[in-house]
């Protein structure tokens, strides 16, 4: 593989990189609406006992996948730059 081939393929893969972190992005902000629309809808109707509204449990957990993703993809981009650097 020539050097013009390697830095095409890696503007490839940093493209998919940067695809995916948008849809990740746009996934949290859709969670994020979610979450706003449940809390909308249970504002002083759906309260437990401690006067907290109720969110479904792997919301958290959803968030959290997301963020640890966005995380990830942040990660592999840092290394698709230093891989490029040394080219």
Do not use: C, K
């Amino acid at each position: 593989m020539s050097l013009h081939e390697l830095r095409a393929s890696l503007g490839v893969v940093r493209s998919g990189v940067t695809d995916t972190a948008a849809q990740a992005a746009h996934a949290r902000e859709l969670l994020e609406e979610y979450r706003h629309a449940l809390l909308s809808v249970q504002s002083g109707t759906g309260a437990d006992t401690s006067g907290q509204p109720w969110l479904p449990p792997p919301l958290a957990r959803a968030f959290d996948q997301l963020d640890e993703h966005l995380a990830q993809l942040g990660n592999v981009e840092s290394a698709l730059n230093q891989y490029e650097a040394r080219l």
